[in-house]
Nanobody
Framework: QVQLVESGGGLVQAGGSLRLSCAASGRTLSTYTWFRQAPGKEREFVAAISWSGALTYYADTVKGRFTISRDNAKNTVYLQMNSLKPEDTAVYYC?????????????????????WGQGTQVTVSS
């Protein structure tokens, strides 16, 4: 059984940084993606990374500020978040799947993922 465990969330002032981690246990997974969900809003795509790490995708709202990376030896994916803004406040979820995805639209689709973490709260104060 696969489990995804996120960590690293917290409260930070605008302009600050946080690093989220998502550790997978149970099996090796191919695709990892971060989503987030703010109160009253739908879950939205943040960033994704392929198995090799050669392909990364970012939402326009975080491009240039967030960096996704992975350590396959540790079955862990990271999201380095810099220059945080109050609008980044949300619960951040790690999602993963055993399949390699072909198109960016697949990475962005919440329905493409079999495994989800419990979420970690990120709060950015102004």
């Amino acid at each position: 059984q696969v489990q995804l465990v996120e960590s690293g969330g917290g409260l930070v002032q605008a302009g600050g940084s946080l690093r989220l981690s998502c550790a997978a246990s149970g099996r090796t997974l191919s695709t990892y993606t971060w989503f987030r969900q703010a109160p009253g809003k739908e879950r939205e795509f943040v960033a994704a990374i392929s198995w090799s790490g050669a392909l990364t995708y970012y939402a326009d709202t975080v491009k240039g500020r967030f960096t996704i990376s992975r350590d396959n030896a540790k079955n862990t994916v990271y999201l380095q978040m810099n220059s945080l803004k109050p609008e980044d406040t949300a619960v951040y979820y790690c999602a993963a799947d055993s399949r390699s995805m072909r198109f960016r639209s697949d990475y962005e689709d919440v329905n493409e993922y079999d495994y989800w973490g419990q979420g970690t709260q990120v709060t950015v104060s102004s």
